[in-house]
């Protein structure tokens, strides 16, 4: 048919479609949605902003107050900039301004717009039936940007008015924390830290008038007035108590009073080198207009922030971050001599802080804007605030050099580290996170990807700087720091020079507790979660081929394990290579007197039922009566079946566990104590299977506890046995994982605190054991992370990592403990070694503030 013609076929009427008239957009649809574009974007071209600030005035002055369709659409715009993107909260005024210059009814309408918008927030944060998105940062930290903008419109709001509005925020945190003065109130804190951060605002355009300055001094007077508790909670900071931490987090409600004064100091010259200076640039569109005041807020009295005083009512993510004390974190240390971030304690530290954090969490929904958002933050802070995008730290190493012999110094903080900074101290945060993990990592991968040059340097000094000091880290902060390297490491072919860390291999290969190998060990072992064998040892040097091997078990204990169920006479015969691929079914190899039986309860499975199970079953148990542990070897061969049949994936696993479990809950007894016993045979079996890949046998694990099969309890305990060669629970991530997993989904359903009492037991016992080895009634010290591998240095590590677990635990679910603790405390009091009683009474404490 290659002559065919459609048209001819079917004829030219059938053939031509109807035409279709493009829909266009009403002209004033078309207008809104181009200049909400360009308010989004505003202060993105520097060079460009009094263009574009000129080219946007003219629609907004033409059609704001006759066409309600670009009015709504612009309000709403920069309300969304406003709190989405506070970096360009500055660029957004001075639209504003001129607009305001041009027309001062619209500059009015705007000014009141987010003054009704904050009243607003104020009542929607005690309406107890509303629910955040996840995306929402929360009321009282949208107030704060409100607050922060309204403040920049000190040129045509009446100073006093804004005053009186930083003035009642301040009086109402002190009211609220007053309200029970001895209590930590994280709803005060938030008022009193979101007021004082905004107050150089008010100076952003221009120097002040003496009834600014006035009025910033009342301010700052009745700051002082507020008392905060310091509520010092050990159990949430990121390095382990009583060890050598490489700085000392602070509380930043006590920095940020002394920073302001600090920043205002000099006669307010800080403030004007850190802000950009747009009231010069616009100084041709703006002119002086009538001021008007606003109205004070209409604030609730005390007792109607009753319900939400500790922010832990889900209000939104930021605002839940002041649950607990907030405290600074840090990565990018002064080692070299000089600092490519602000310190902490200064204002612009804070602010950049606050800024990024902002960011990141109102922007959630879009990464990849949020990548290119934060990396570019220099472009809204004055020239010279940082050093130009892309400084290598060898370029800084000559600035610094440089500016010893200059009177104005050139700056040496990098925007990158800036942005990098507060992303990890996303990602470490204690006690809880604010997003899901997989958003913050992904995040990361962005900005590298977006500029890889500038931001691979960055997080390699981010990646050293946990790796140096792993040994001081939160043990749950270490896995959190594994995931995100992990993460790393499988995206954009970013490498890592493994060089680097081959000396502590080498001094501590034989280590099973020193928190360096055992992250080397367990990195590794995820990387081979995501890659073959083979591309992961191409990254790798030859010193950490060995830990391509992720066997839980050495050849001899397989081999001592099937000698116990099958007798070693019974097995003399069979000539057994044990050393052969774990994840070959062991009762499927020729010379073996239960292969036909096998095979037969392998086609059982595959499509029979619960009566034909139990008779195979029987059979086999007939069989096997003479053997040493007859019970234990046919659960072993049931449940090694089990993971055989399904090996092709978690979904195979969990068809044919759902079609057997039945069957595999009577098998292994009803009867509590024995049945915990058949299940640690059960577990054993499913891993002695899978010991060439210990995350595939977890999740099979995973798929027989979800059908009741196994009981938590059960898989704690194999994972934390302490009778293995080693503790699995304690430094194998494939069984911490699982440890957490399980606890995690016993805390969801509600349902038991046995779970929570029997590991916190099961800890306390392996600390206990430890501490009868160490055999030091004093403080024990922490080893120095680079000794040679040492057999008492072994169970200090053992007992610092068991101690640092018991910590994690106790402050993931410390709901579930608060009312665990009165029998805890007598279980603790077993313990001889005062300086662990003292610390675990202390968490226990420390509970009921998370």
Known sequence: MSGFNRKRRFGNDDYQQPYQKRFRLPPIVELSKTLCGDINTLGESSKKYVEDVEFMTAPIIGNFENEKTLRDAVLNTLFAVVTEQPQKVLHISGLVQVVNAKKSSIGKTIAEFFHQKAQELIEQSINEEVIPESFETGPWNKIKLILRFLSTLSTFIKESSLVTLYSQFLKHSIDLQNNEPEKRCPLAEAIYYNTLISIPYLLSFGEPSEAMKEGIETILRIADDFKYVDEELTITKPFAVDSKAPYEPKNIISLILPAVKEFFKDDYKKVFSLFPQ?????????????????????????????????????????????????????????????????????????LFDDIVIDIVEALEFNRKEVARQIITLDLFFADGVFAPP????????????????????????????????NVLSLIFKLPT???????????????????????????????????????????????????????????????????????????????????????IKNLISKELRLATREKIQQTLTEE??????????????????????????????????????????????????????????????HKGSNKEYKTVVDGVREKVQNYPNPEKLVITLVFQIIAFVGNRSISHAGKYIGNTFEFLRSLLGRDEEESLERQLWAIDSILKYWNSAPENGYLVLDVLESYDV????????????????????????????????????????????????????????????SLKTIENKGDIEVPSVEDDFDEKNEHIWKYQTSIGFLRAVLRKYSDEYVSLVPKLEESLKSIEHVPTKELVEKWFTELKSL
């Open 278 to 350: 747009l009231s010069q640039s616009l100084k041709h569109l703006l002119t002086e207009s009538e001021e008007f005041g606003l109205p004070q807020f209409s604030i609730p009295a005390v007792e109607a922030f009753k319900y939400i005083t500790g922010l832990d009512t889900g209000l939104g993510s930021v605002d839940g971050m002041w649950r607990t004390p907030r405290l600074t974190f840090e990565v990018y240390l002064p080692i070299l001599g000089f600092d490519t971030v602000p310190k902490s304690s200064d204002y612009a530290g804070l």
């Open 544 to 605: 950490f081929h060995q830990y391509l091997d992720v066997k839980l078990f050495e050849t001899e204990e397989i081999k001592e394990y099937y000698v116990s169920l099958f007798g070693e006479e019974n097995l003399e015969s069979a000539g057994l290579d044990f050393a052969e691929d774990g994840s070959k079914l062991f009762f499927l190899k020729e010379n073996l007197s239960l292969k036909e039986d096998t095979e037969k309860l392998i086609e059982v499975f």
């Open 710 to 769: 196994l009981s938590p309890k059960a898989m704690i305990k194999y994972s934390l046995d302490d009778s293995h060669k080693v503790n699995f629970g304690l430094v194998n991530v494939s069984a911490t994982e699982s440890i957490f997993r399980l606890l995690t989904n016993v805390a969801f359903s509600g349902k038991s605190s046995a779970e929570f009492e029997f590991i916190f037991n099961e800890l306390m016992a392996i600390i206990s054991s």
């Open 433 to 519: 996170v604010s997003q899901p993990f997989a958003y913050f990592y992904t995040t990361l991968v962005e900005a590298c990807t977006n500029a890889a040059q500038a931001i691979a340097p960055v997080l390699g000094r981010a990646i050293r700087f946990f790796y140096s000091n792993i040994h001081t880290a939160d043990f749950e902060l270490r896995f959190r720091y594994l995931d995100w390297l992990a993460v790393q490491l499988s995206n954009f072919n970013f490498t890592w020079k493994w060089r680097e860390w081959e000396t502590d291999s080498i001094k501590n290969s034989k280590s099973n507790y020193h928190p360096r190998i055992a992250f």
């Open 390 to 421: 892309a400084t290598s730290i060898d370029q800084l190493k000559e600035i610094n050099a440089n500016n010893e012999e200059l009177e104005n110094k050139a700056s040496t903080w990098k925007t990158e580290d800036v942005a990098i900074k």
